[in-house]
């Protein structure tokens, strides 16, 4: 429920900001809708990782991310369409664009919050024997499951922190991100083709469109091979490639071929690495309702840094160059978190009482070794 309220508060505020009047008011207002769009994602994903299984997980996953990505290809397609309002009753079309997609940003919310399920164990929508079999999918994977615990948020958000683990997939976070910049700034590159500001806009829609098959064939690939890692360096290696032809060439097909696909390269990773976080940092549950807050939230500064690094067209050669370091950064990161996951792994294949009692001091309960439960997807 709370994010459907979450949904129906952020909706409430952007169509609110058609009555701004000054860049005072315009910065106040976004900050105020930055606080609450925080709620959603990673409430989002941890609302999934309550329901599904770790062979289920990935494709809900792929699935959030989808709808976002038709979001974003409609989205340049609808601005075009609005912008054709301008001045109708006196309002401009950027301000028509607010109303019309905050008020149906309320809509959704408001009949979302009409049918959208709790968790497992107090779901009212489910009957005893499905309460009972949905929470024991849980539990019968990571030893608990919502509602079966009792840790505080606040010791929960200590142990999400105690470890190199988390702090890594944050880095790696924040590096994906970082190349996931590129989507903000998505027009601006489109525009450098010299095309009208109406076909810039139509031509942004391809690569978000091409983006939900590759979203979910990877995810299902993830989920059926219970993988990660190979998956994230086929990623990092496609982006590299993309980023050498804007800084190489100015063809115009060649750019827009590389647009078409970095869009979606630094996105795959993320997907990935949530899901990560959301089975490998199982349990206690708070620990991992922090764990995907922080991810989300520290992952995100990337994108201050990185609204500075897109100019000089056509070949943004700040841009895609020091995107270019990120992602040769996050091969290495990812790296030496797989060799801490196999360390782990190793520990509690030993059977020694001394070398468990090091991977339960790490963040994995007893329920969890006594379920043989592994960290996976390395």
């Given at each position: 429920m709370y994010i459907c309220v979450a949904v129906i508060i952020w909706g409430s505020i952007s169509a609110a900001t058609s009555a701004v009047k000054s860049?005072?008011?315009?910065?106040?207002?976004?900050?105020?809708?930055?606080?609450?769009?925080?709620?959603?994602?990673?409430?989002?994903?941890?609302?999934?990782?309550?329901?599904?299984?770790?062979?289920?997980?990935?494709?809900?996953?792929?699935?959030?991310?989808?709808?976002?990505?038709?979001?974003?290809?409609?989205?340049?397609l609808f601005a075009a369409a609005i912008f054709q309002l301008n001045g109708t009753h006196g309002i401009a079309g950027?301000?028509?664009?607010?109303v019309i997609e905050g008020?149906?940003?309320?809509?959704?919310?408001?009949?979302?919050?009409?049918?959208?399920?709790e968790f497992p164990h107090n779901s009212r929508i489910l009957s005893q024997v499905e309460h009972d079999l949905a929470v024991w999918r849980n539990e019968s994977e990571a030893g608990a499951a919502e509602g079966t615990e009792r840790e505080s948020t606040l010791r929960g958000f200590g142990k999400a922190l105690s470890g190199p683990k988390l702090l890594l997939?944050?880095?790696?976070?924040?590096?994906s991100q970082a190349q996931g910049s590129i989507a903000n700034y998505f027009p601006t590159l489109v525009a450098s083709l010299h095309y009208s500001s109406t076909v810039s806009l139509l031509l942004t829609a391809p690569p978000y469109i091409l983006a939900g098959p590759v979203y979910y064939g990877i995810m299902f690939y993830s989920d059926r091979r219970n993988t990660v890692?190979?998956?994230?360096?086929?990623y990092i290696s496609i982006a590299i490639s993309m980023y050498i032809i804007p800084i190489a060439t100015t063809n115009i097909s060649a750019h827009y071929f590389s647009i078409i696909i970095?869009?979606?390269?630094?996105?795959?990773?993320?997907?990935?690495?949530?899901?990560?976080?959301?089975?490998?940092?199982?349990?206690?549950?708070?620990?991992?309702?922090?764990?995907?807050?922080?991810?989300?939230?520290?992952?995100?500064?990337?994108?201050?840094?990185?609204?500075?690094?897109?100019?000089?067209?056509?070949?943004?050669?700040?841009?895609?160059?020091?995107?270019?370091?990120?992602?040769?950064?996050?091969?290495?990161?990812?790296?030496?978190?797989?060799?801490?996951?196999?360390?782990?792994?190793?520990?509690?294949?030993?059977?020694?009482?001394?070398?468990?009692?090091?991977?339960?001091?790490?963040?994995?309960?007893?329920?969890?070794?006594?379920?043989?439960?592994r960290y996976g997807m390395y």
């Open positions: 860049y005072g008011q315009l910065l106040a207002i976004r900050a105020i809708l930055g606080m609450i769009e925080a709620v959603f994602f990673p409430g989002a994903i941890y609302f999934l990782s309550a329901w599904y299984t770790k062979r289920e997980l990935g494709k809900r996953i792929a699935g959030l991310y989808i709808a976002q990505r038709v979001g974003n290809a409609f989205g340049g950027w301000q028509w664009l607010f008020s149906a940003t309320v809509g959704i919310g408001t009949v979302c919050a009409c049918i959208m399920p997939l944050i880095f790696c976070n924040m590096l890692y190979p998956i994230i360096l086929a970095l869009p979606f390269t630094p996105v795959g990773p993320q997907i990935l690495l949530y899901k990560t976080i959301n089975l490998r940092l199982a349990r206690p549950v708070s620990k991992r309702a922090a764990a995907s807050a922080l991810v989300n939230a520290i992952g995100g500064t990337s994108n201050i840094w990185a609204s500075y690094l897109y100019y000089a067209p056509p070949h943004f050669y700040a841009a895609f160059g020091t995107l270019m370091g990120c992602a040769l950064l996050f091969a290495a990161t990812i790296t030496f978190c797989r060799w801490l996951i196999l360390r782990e792994n190793k520990r509690l294949d030993s059977g020694d009482p001394e070398q468990i009692a090091k991977v339960i001091k790490g963040g994995v309960t007893e329920e969890m070794v006594y379920l043989n439960w």
